[in-house]
T-cell receptor, first 112, second 113 residues
Framework: QQQVKQSPQSLIVQKGGISIINCAYENTAFDYFPWYQQFPGKGPALLIAIRPDVSEKKEGRFTISFNKSAKQFSLHIMDSQPGDSATYFCAAPTGGGNKLTFGTGTQLKVEL | NAGVTQTPKFQVLKTGQSMTLQCAQDMNHEYMSWYRQDPGMGLRLIHYSVGAGITDQGEVPNGYNVSRSTTEDFPLRLLSAAPSQTSVYFC????????????FGDGTRLSIL
């Protein structure tokens, strides 16, 4: 069973600051690491994903950094905005097919 | 295009009652799954299906049944509700393939008294 450890559990950032969320995984056999974003009352939605053949992927203000040797990957939100306030989940493939193991989530609040 | 639709949005049950949570998708996705979300525990996989007629257990299957008679529908049945099953339940669907994004419904908030 793939374990994914996510930290911190909650995070408060000032508007314009950088939000950083970290995840660590155990099994090195897998090749796809997504981040999901969830707003209150809604289901999670894919935000950004990375394959471990690259060390970084950037989409707008969101960047995933991947450290294969340390078995860690992190989400960086640059110029954080109040609209980024949400819960963020990292995930990693578990077994075959489409199964994912999710981290425990990080509740981000961006203050004005 | 409705995506993934879950009903009901809220439900209160008494211990021992049974009920079915409905999930339907209109994207012709082969893969469907059920998760429960509890504070501090993230999303945990209950059951999943790779196509009509095929289901399998996830991480926390006890107390739940599923069936997949059509591509579109994947209902989750609570056989005899227990307070420990109080949670928010999410259904998701995706195309086959590990790098395919999973599309989630907006959840069913279930309370067991």
């Amino acid at each position: 069973q793939q374990q994914v450890k996510q930290s911190p559990q909650s995070l408060i950032v000032q508007k314009g600051g950088i939000s950083i969320i970290n995840c660590a995984y155990e099994n090195t056999a897998f090749d796809y690491f997504p981040w999901y974003q969830q707003f209150p009352g809604k289901g999670p939605a894919l935000l950004i994903a990375i394959r471990p053949d690259v060390s970084e992927k950037k989409e707008g203000r969101f960047t995933i950094s991947f450290n294969k040797s340390a078995k860690q990957f992190s989400l960086h939100i640059m110029d954080s905005q109040p609209g980024d306030s949400a819960t963020y989940f990292c995930a990693a493939p578990t077994g075959g097919g489409n199964k994912l193991t999710f981290g425990t989530g990080t509740q981000l609040k961006v203050e004005l | 295009n409705a995506g993934v639709t879950q009903t009901p949005k809220f439900q209160v049950l008494k211990t021992g009652q049974s009920m079915t949570l409905q999930c339907a998708q209109d994207m012709n996705h082969e893969y469907m799954s059920w998760y429960r979300q509890d504070p501090g525990m993230g999303l945990r996989l209950i059951h999943y299906s790779v196509g009509a007629g095929i289901t399998d257990q996830g991480e926390v299957p006890n107390g739940y049944n599923v069936s997949r008679s059509t591509t579109e529908d994947f209902p989750l049945r609570l056989l005899s509700a227990a307070p420990s099953q109080t949670s928010v339940y999410f259904c998701a669907s995706s195309k086959q393939g590990r790098d395919q994004p999973q599309h989630f419904g907006d959840g069913t908030r279930l309370s067991i008294l």
